[in-house]
């Protein structure tokens, strides 16, 4: 089983849309969550910190589901310029870092 | 947020050289970095962990000889790829490792094609 499981999409959706990704975890110890986009041949970019209260950035809001290992990015009013890869990212014990294999998301006009 | 830079950015070199990849962390000191290898349309792949002064650690199936990590100091690791063969063209990209709140911050990117 891989450490991070994240549903690759794509996930296509119109301007003004809701939209919502998961990644589960297979390790319960794992510390740290995080969302970060990558848009197509550049580098991923930190979008948020996953807390255990869950956080809200503007349109953005991640949360983490400890009971049922699972990280959420929610993405409300979706804009054209969304449109991008989201990688989720679990922190496990001695900074082993693991990624998922990202989500791709098109907003379309 | 914090910065990384990377590079070069770009490299074109032939069969059989060796190239040289730079990783800086540019605002904060970095006493673990990451190497990636990323192929189109394919998500990032770690491909070692650098720690300062000491070994990097590879991932399976990475060849250390092949792929030289040195980090000598808290901004700095590079990554020389030896003997390079067009196979090894791809898109690689390094993260540096805020050691208080765990984010990894993305250097640019460098993309290499061997010919």
Redesign the interface.
């Given at each position: 089983r891989k450490e991070v499981e994240q549903d690759p999409g794509p996930f296509n959706v119109p301007e003004g849309a809701t939209v919502a990704f998961n990644c589960t975890y297979s390790n319960s110890a794992s510390?740290?969550f995080?969302w970060y986009r990558q848009d197509c041949?550049?580098?991923?970019?930190?979008l948020m910190?996953v807390y255990s209260s869950g956080n809200e950035d503007g349109r953005f809001t991640a949360q983490l589901n400890r009971a049922s290992q699972y990280i959420s990015l929610l993405i409300r009013d979706s804009k054209l310029s969304d449109s991008a890869t989201y990688?989720c990212?679990v922190?496990g014990w001695g900074?082993q870092?693991y990624?998922?294999?990202?989500t791709s998301l098109t907003v379309i006009p | 947020g914090a910065v990384v830079s990377q590079h070069p950015s770009w490299v074109i070199c032939k069969s059989g050289t060796s190239v040289k990849i730079e990783c800086r962390s540019l605002d904060f000191q970095a006493t673990t970095m990451f190497w990636y290898r990323q192929f189109p349309k394919q998500s990032l792949m770690l491909m070692a962990t650098s720690n300062e002064g000491s070994k990097a650690t590879y991932e399976q199936g990475v060849e250390k000889d092949k792929f030289l990590i040195n980090h000598a100091s808290l901004t700095l690791s590079t990554l020389t790829v030896t003997s390079a063969h067009p196979e090894d063209s791809s898109f690689y990209i390094c993260s540096a490792m805020d050691s208080r709140s765990y984010e990894q911050y993305f250097g640019p990117g460098t993309r290499l094609t061997v010919t």
């Open positions: 510390q740290s995080f041949r550049k580098e991923p970019k930190l910190s990688l990212v922190v900074n870092f990624f998922g294999t990202g | -």
